[in-house]
């Protein structure tokens, strides 16, 4: 007997490689998220191994992921809020470009929930009591 979830949709491991490496080719071009990953990824194909487990892991269930996504984006120090909203609509059109329909508006609604619970946890950082913004 298994104890295994199912996936959350029909997706294949070499999917959530192809669209993961996509999107990091997107963002390496792109004029205003580009900057912020530089600074800390050094290593492009180590990176992108280690989100691809994240998203097997968020999706299939696979156990190959052990980081955490909050501790690093708060950790990175150049990650704003307003910066999620970019991300996320880069990687809506990656997932279009790469996916059928279906399989891109689901990995979609998972993407936008996590962004939420990141950008949340990135805007407590970077306010005051009672939700006054942080100018400094």
């Not at 979830?5 to 004029?31: G, K, N, Q, S, W």
């Amino acid at each position: 007997m298994t104890n295994a979830l199912p996936p959350r949709f029909d997706i294949t491991r070499p999917e959530i490689e192809r669209v993961v490496a996509a999107f990091y080719a997107t963002i390496r071009e792109h004029p205003g998220l580009g900057p912020v990953f530089a600074v800390h990824v050094t290593d492009w194909p180590a990176h992108e191994a280690k989100v691809a487990d994240f998203w097997a892991n968020s999706i299939l269930h696979e156990r190959s992921y052990d980081g955490s996504p909050m501790a690093a984006h708060i950790k990175a120090g150049n990650v704003k809020p307003g910066m999620f909203s970019t991300w996320l609509d880069l990687f809506d059109a990656t997932l279009r470009r790469e996916l059928e329909p279906g399989k891109a508006a689901a990995w979609s609604a998972l993407a936008h929930r996590i962004g939420r619970s990141l950008r949340a946890g990135v805007v407590e950082r970077e306010t005051l009591p009672g939700g006054v913004p942080k100018l400094r």
